[in-house]
């Protein structure tokens, strides 16, 4: 019997001539043998167990970091991705709201308006200089939105953060025309988009000419910090590729390591993956809450805050997505190689077309892969790096699938699959017919049955297909039967 084989059974024959070391204490029948037959491999087991579990724990705590870093490498350290997300901000509704709101302010707090205005109006209408100014800087706040919403504007806007973002690591040389070093502090200059916006709004330009060189100016950081900054971002461009390589190196030898286990290993692979990425997602969600309420100074401003951190926070869930979409991949791995019968019994489908058409195989793996490409469901899909490991991690499974079908199925062929399938359909179609035949039997009257079956013994016996004596016993038997 299988699992009551006597493991003496096992072990092979010693050669001819030789007796079998034993080492003093251990004969067989002694208690030292039975002990370190069965302690020793316990507690290996044990502490090779144990430390599968640690080599998952850290990767998935590492994979967690991991995804932090890339994100911040992609979205923070990434001129083309920066400006891309701060245009996105500049299209939102309440972005640009609060934003064409601050620049009007800026203009109305460093320029008399209503003074210029009352210079310029004839001596009759020069009280109104008050209430037109009240009234344009309504309609300054209304045509600063549209302004904001034009595609030169956006441009200019992406421009700018683009620049930005160029010059953000290298910022001690002050050369960008955007971001500048003033004093001990880094600022970044909204002045030029505050003087278009002032002229759109059809404001005189000697007016224009006297807003002051500082307005309009947001500080980003002290000079003091720049050094910090420098060293973070070297860190963090580091830890982007450092952090993944290290992650997947743990899953791999926990998998490695987990011999005679590894399917239930890989299992657990796809749900740290899974863990990892709930968690990026949790803290994200709790992040919002954290940062609107810290950074919104008023009610007025917290949707324009709360749009951008949601938008800026918005490539982290997307990798974060991306890991949870690995994670299922690999349960669903774990799962067809596992004991349950609808895996057994794909894999004993699948191994004649693995083994025997493995070009077919790979073929139609490919073909499913690019359809995932075209379609392009997580952002993961359309970069080219993510995209080859996806595909390097697709074709080493499948040869994985082939080596583990050639060793359960190595008979099978392409008539059993056809034969078994064909079986189970026709299993499937008679359990219908069985359920059916069971229902009207259960719905229909046991009275009526028994007539209709009389009915059809007496016609029988008046054709002639029954003699006497056998329709006196197939009536008795029904009667019987009742």
């Known amino acids: 019997m299988e699992g009551g084989a006597d493991p003496e059974l096992n072990r092979p024959d010693p050669e001819p001539g030789t007796e079998p070391a034993t080492v003093p204490g251990t004969e067989p029948g002694s208690e030292t043998a039975s002990e370190t037959a069965s302690e020793q491999p316990a507690k ?43 245009t996105a901000m500049l299209a939102h509704p309440a972005i640009r709201t609060a934003l064409s709101e601050y620049l009007v302010n800026q203009v109305y707090a460093n320029v008399n308006v209503a003074g210029d205005l009352q210079s310029a109006l004839p001596p009759a209408l020069k009280p109104l200089a008050g209430p037109a100014s009240g009234a344009l800087r309504g309609a300054a706040q209304k045509v600063a939105d549209e302004v904001l919403g034009l595609p030169r504007v956006q441009d200019a806007w992406r421009a700018a953060n683009k620049v930005a973002a160029q ?28 003087v278009d916006v002032a002229n759109q709004i059809g404001l005189p330009s000697s007016l224009v000419d006297k807003v002051p060189p500082n307005a309009a100016q947001l500080k980003v950081l002290k000079s003091d910090q720049i050094k910090t900054v420098q060293s973070a971002v070297k860190l963090v ?103 349950k019968r609808p895996a057994v ?28 490409v075209l379609w392009g469901p997580i952002p993961a899909t359309r970069k080219v790096i993510p995209v080859l490991i996806i595909f390097a991690l697709a074709f080493l499974g499948l040869h994985a699938l082939r080596v ?58 008046d054709s002639g297909k029954l003699t006497d004596d056998e329709f006196a016993s197939e009536k008795a038997s029904l009667l019987g039967s009742s």
């Open 167 to 194: 010059q953000f690591i290298n910022i001690v040389e002050n050369k960008s025309k955007v971001v500048k070093l003033q004093g001990n502090q880094v600022i970044l200059d909204l002045r030029p988009i505050m």
């Open 44 to 86: 290996s087991r044990g502490g090779h167990r144990w430390g599968v579990r640690v080599l998952l724990a850290l990767a998935t705590l590492i994979s967690i970091l991991a995804i932090l870093a890339v994100w911040a490498n992609r979205q923070v350290l990434n001129a083309n991705n920066w400006s891309s997300t701060s």
């Open 237 to 339: 461009r580091g830890l982007a590729i450092i952090l993944p390589a290290i992650a997947l190196i743990l899953f791999a030898l926990a998998v490695w390591f987990s011999e005679g286990r590894r399917r239930h290993a890989l299992f657990f692979v796809g749900v740290d993956l899974l863990i990892a990425g709930i968690v990026v997602l949790v803290a994200r969600n709790l992040g919002d809450h954290y940062v609107t309420n810290k950074l919104a100074q008023g009610e007025s401003v917290r949707p324009a805050v709360n749009a951008a951190y949601t938008i800026g926070t918005g490539m982290l869930r997307d990798i974060a997505g991306a890991t949870l979409l690995f994670g299922i991949v690999i349960l669903f791995a774990a799962a067809l190689a596992g004991p």
């Open 404 to 461: 583990q079908t050639a060793q359960e199925f190595p008979e099978a062929s392409e008539g059993d699959t056809a034969h078994a399938l064909g079986a189970r359909a026709s299993g499937a179609a008679e359990s219908v017919r069985r359920r059916t035949s069971h229902a009207s039997h259960r719905d229909s009257d046991p009275s009526e049955d028994r007539l209709k079956q009389l009915e059809r013994l007496s016609a029988m016996h």
């Open 345 to 372: 019994a794909l894999r004993r489908s699948m191994a004649p077309w693995l083994r025997d058409r493995p070009g077919v195989a790979y073929g139609v793996l490919t073909v499913i892969l690019f359809l995932i």
